[in-house]
């Protein structure tokens, strides 16, 4: 893969000489973020749409660079490169040229890894709405190579009923590039928050959705957060609130068969806290690791 293209207008960091310019990624998902609210604007995409913004992703994912640009820019999205100013790695992004103006749709934005093959994925299905998982969706994928990370393009409250609350939907740009990913057997992790008194005792509920393909992943994940200080309801060993069998991606992967799927809900504190955020991106990266080696079961 190869140059930049377009200007995605978010991103914050330096371009110098030739190459592609170099971002702090955290920065440029809040900047993208930042617009985000329960009356902004979102318009529900037709099948021919989310299934063009699907398709360019699986180009890019195939290393099929210039097919993917073509394919996205029938719908007016386009691809850049960036180098995270952190980690000096590289990321495609794809994004909405239509966020730039005055009408955003609200199609959402996706990091692809373009230094290692792509394993795994972390899924933020209600930035904003769910405070500060973009931000904690940003240390997940700077954790452990081969990640791509999508990010939903509205607040989950936006556009009419629950049209925009992508993680309850199929019939969203966000739900038809996790499928994507499912069918090319990639493992998918998704962040969620919930408020204190929803469930007092915990800090973090993690499931493995609808299916049981994510159980020996979500026990490694609870370990290793419980390693780091963390009270963790296991879903697949207790009744939690916010087990997420319902979610819509995680029954995606629950069809498929052998697709880890988890679906992983955060208190407050590990979310908005500097420290204990760093904490669950290293727990995190415990099975995301794996999953970039390849590794899916077990």
């Known amino acids: 893969m190869r140059g930049t293209h377009g200007t995605g207008g978010d991103a914050v960091g330096d371009h110098r000489g030739d190459g592609p310019p170099s971002a702090d990624l955290a920065r440029a998902v809040a900047a993208y973020t930042a617009r985000f609210s329960p009356d902004g604007g979102f318009r529900p995409p037709s099948r021919t749409e989310r299934q063009t913004v699907a398709d360019g992703v699986g180009l890019l994912l195939d290393h099929r660079r210039e097919q993917a640009e ?112 499912v069918r090319r057997r990639v493992a998918g992790i998704q962040l969620h928050g919930f408020a204190q008194d929803s469930a007092p005792r915990y800090d973090v509920i993690a499931s493995a959705g609808a299916g049981t393909a994510g159980r020996p992943a979500g026990r490694r994940l609870a370990d290793a957060l419980r390693a780091r200080d963390f009270a963790v309801c296991r879903a697949w060993a207790r009744t939690c609130p916010l087990s997420g069998r319902d979610n819509e991606q995680g029954r995606a992967a629950a069809a498929a068969d052998g697709i880890p799927f988890l679906h992983v809900e955060f208190a407050p504190g590990p979310r908005a806290d500097s420290p204990r955020a760093a904490r669950v991106a290293e727990a995190v990266s415990v099975v995301t690791r794996r999953w970039a080696e390849g590794v899916l079961a077990g």
């Open 70 to 181: 073509q394919r996205l820019a029938e719908v007016d999205f386009t691809v850049r490169t960036l180098v995270d100013s952190g980690t000096g790695r590289r990321f495609a992004e794809v994004y909405d040229r239509v966020d730039q103006g005055p009408a955003p749709r609200g199609w959402g934005r996706v990091f692809v890894d373009l230094d290692h093959p792509v394993r795994w994925s972390v899924q933020v299905p209600h930035p904003v709405a769910d405070e500060n998982t973009e931000l904690l969706g940003v240390r997940v994928l700077k954790g452990a190579p081969g990640g791509l990370l999508i990010i939903a393009g509205a607040h989950r409250k936006s556009g009419e009923g629950n049209a925009a609350d992508v993680a309850h939907r199929r019939d969203t740009v966000f739900h038809a590039v996790c499928a994507e990913l």
